[in-house]
């Protein structure tokens, strides 16, 4: 019963995130995938191809660290080891969300390596800001349809560069993660106001 409950609770948070950030444009069509980790270990994750918009407790089901199913007659999103390898490599994530905004995908094949976002008043919007000064790197990570090695590929730079809270795909979209639901849709809404200032710059001539 209590892991039931757990499950209805965290599957509602997922639910009015999806539509909050549909009416956002930041999932459009059936675009974008979130997850949030259980009490028992396991992960709560959207059905493949639900619209996030009009998601409902059956587009959420469970898999296991490794991925694997444990919702009868349900499939995951074909991402679903991009976020498991998040929640194995650090016990304290405990949310993954990714968004498929225009300006997130625009910047993504702008850039080549990493797209850095500095004298930006929101970045104490992030764990351990707390000057405008700050700066933060959002790495981006050519799009591979294999996920497993594409999880594989942010897992090694994840070794080499701790404390990051997103990353990029070109041409795809955007990662990002936190301590809890409510943490990684902050850091979601941050990152997406600051890709919103970044478009807009670019708009108005800054190189």
């Given at each position: ?6 499950f ?27 997850s ?10 959207t059905?493949?191809?639900q ?8 587009g ?6 490794q ?15 991009l ?7 650090d ?19 702008l850039?080549?390596e ?23 790197s959002?790495?981006i ?6 996920m497993?090695?594409?999880a594989?590929t ?18 795809h979209?955007?990662y ?32």
């Amino acid at each position: 019963m209590h892991a039931d409950a757990d499950f209805s609770a965290k599957a509602r948070d997922l639910i009015r995130f999806g539509k909050f950030c549909y009416k956002r444009g930041w999932v459009p069509a059936t675009s974008g995938n979130f997850s949030v980790r259980l009490a028992s270990g396991q992960v709560a994750i959207t059905v493949s191809g639900q619209h996030k918009g009009k998601l409902n407790k059956d587009g959420i089901m469970v898999v296991d660290l490794q991925g694997t199913p444990l919702t009868a007659g349900r499939k995951p999103s074909a991402e679903t080891l991009l976020h498991t390898a998040l929640y194995r490599r650090d016990a304290t994530i405990n949310a993954v969300l990714h968004t498929h905004s225009v300006n997130a995908t625009v910047l993504s094949l702008l850039h080549r390596e990493a797209l850095r976002l500095t004298d930006y008043e929101v970045l104490k919007a992030f764990p351990g800001i707390d000057t405008h000064e700050g700066q933060v790197s959002v790495p981006i990570f050519s799009n591979d349809q294999d996920m497993g090695r594409l999880a594989a590929t942010v897992d090694r730079y994840l070794d080499k560069q701790p404390g990051l809270h997103g990353y990029l795909i070109a041409g795809h979209g955007f990662y990002a993660w936190g301590a809890s639901m409510a943490e990684a849709s902050r850091h979601i809404e941050a990152f997406e106001f600051l890709f919103d200032c970044e478009v807009l710059l670019r708009r108005l001539g800054k190189p």
